[in-house]
C-alpha cells in the first residue's frame, strides 16, 4: 500500500479504539473530523496532546486533573469532614454530573479482588486512612459498585474506621451494575437514602 | 474555574462533538485515553495532526487522500473504462468495503438540489464530463441515494452522457436510505443487480 492512505487508515483503526466506536462508526467520525478540520479536527489533536502531556492523579484523592492536587481537593466551596469512597474517576465524574454530593473524594483504583490478588496496599487505601486524620473526617460514604467486590471491599473499609460514621449508598445501585452508567437521578436516590454499614 | 480541568473539560466537549459519541461517553472515552496514554492517547493526537495537515481531496475522483491523486485512481489494478458515482466520500468507502466493485470512482460532493440552490457546477460534474472522455469511459455506475434528490442528480448525469452505458444501483438501497448505512453484503446485491436507466 502506497503513502496514499496510510496516514488515514492508522487514524481509523486508531479511533476505532475508543469506547462506543467499531470500525464503521470510526470511518465516520474521521470523514466528520477532516470536514471539521480547522473546527474540530486541529483542536482535538492539540487538545489530546495537551492532555497527554499533563494528565495526572491528584495526589490526594487520585482524580484526574492536570496539577498535584485536583480542583475538589483544593475548592473552598466543598463540605470538609465528608469523603466519598468511588472505584475510579469515571464513578466519580458520575457522582459529579448528579450535582448533588458536596464533600469530597477518594479514588481507590479498583476494587479488593483475592482472584487478581489486589490488596489493600494495591488500592489508594493506606492514604485514605492518612487523609481521615489530616482532614479531620468524620463521615465516610462507601459509592461502590454493588458487586461482590465492591461489597467485601466496603466492609473492609468500614473495618478500618472505627469512631467515623460510614454510610454507603443505598437505595438504586442495581446488583451487578456499575455506577458509571446509572442515570443522575439514581444516584441522586442512592446518596439521599444511604444507610449506615 | 481554575486551570485543573480547563484542559480535560475541553477534551470531553470536542469528543462529544463525534457522531456517535454524547458528553457521557465522551467522559468515558477520554478516561480510556488517559488510561492508554501512550498506546493510544498520544498516537492518536499524531495521528489527528498528520492527518489534519496532509488530507484533501483527489484532484482527479474526490476521495480524500494525502496525495493529489488517489491510491485507487493511480491503481493498475482497478479496471479502466468503468467508473462508479457517489455522493460523499463515505458512500465511496461504504462500496469498497464490499469489495466487489474493481473500477473507478467519481465523488459528486452531493446531490442537486433545487432547494438548497445546489447545481451541477457546485458538484464535481464538470471534472466527471473530462474524465469520461480522457478516460474513455464507457459504463457508469450511479451509486446514489434512493432519495428524491439523488434520483434527480442521478438522472441529470444519465442525460449528460450519450454513447456510455448507464446503470444504477438497484435492488437493495432502501427508499430514503443512506448508502453508508447499508451492510456489505446489501451493497454487494445492489452492484451485481444494477439495471440500465
Ligand atoms: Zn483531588
Ligand atoms: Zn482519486
Redesign the pocket.
Same mark, same amino acid.
Given at each position: 500500500m502506497s503513502k496514499g492512505t496510510e496516514d488515514l487508515d492508522n487514524l481509523i483503526a486508531l479511533m476505532a479504539k475508543l469506547p462506543g466506536l467499531g470500525p464503521r462508526s470510526a470511518q465516520r467520525a474521521v470523514l466528520h473530523l477532516i470536514k471539521k478540520r480547522s473546527l474540530l479536527l486541529i483542536p482535538l489533536a492539540e487538545a489530546m496532546h495537551r492532555v497527554g502531556s499533563t494528565a495526572r492523579d491528584?495526589l #490526594?484523592?487520585? #482524580?484526574i !486533573?492536570t496539577q498535584d /492536587? !485536583?480542583d /475538589? !481537593?483544593q475548592s473552598e466551596k466543598r463540605r470538609n469532614g465528608q469523603v466519598c469512597i468511588v472505584e475510579d474517576v469515571a464513578d466519580l465524574w458520575a457522582m459529579e454530573r448528579s450535582q448533588v454530593f458536596k464533600g469530597r473524594?477518594h479514588v481507590l483504583g479498583g476494587t479488593l479482588s483475592a482472584l487478581d490478588a489486589v490488596g489493600p496496599d494495591e488500592l489508594r487505601i493506606p492514604k485514605l486512612l492518612d487523609r481521615i486524620v489530616s482532614e479531620e473526617i468524620t463521615e465516610v460514604i462507601l459509592a461502590l459498585g454493588a458487586t461482590i467486590d465492591g461489597q467485601t471491599t466496603a466492609h473492609y473499609i468500614a473495618d478500618q474506621l472505627p469512631g467515623v460514621t460510614v454510610t454507603s449508598l443505598a437505595q438504586g445501585v442495581p446488583v451487578g451494575g456499575e455506577l458509571d452508567y446509572l442515570d443522575d437521578g439514581t444516584i441522586t436516590a442512592a446518596l439521599n437514602a444511604r444507610k449506615a454499614l
Open positions: 491528584c #490526594n484523592c487520585g #482524580n !486533573c /492536587i !485536583c /475538589i !481537593c473524594y
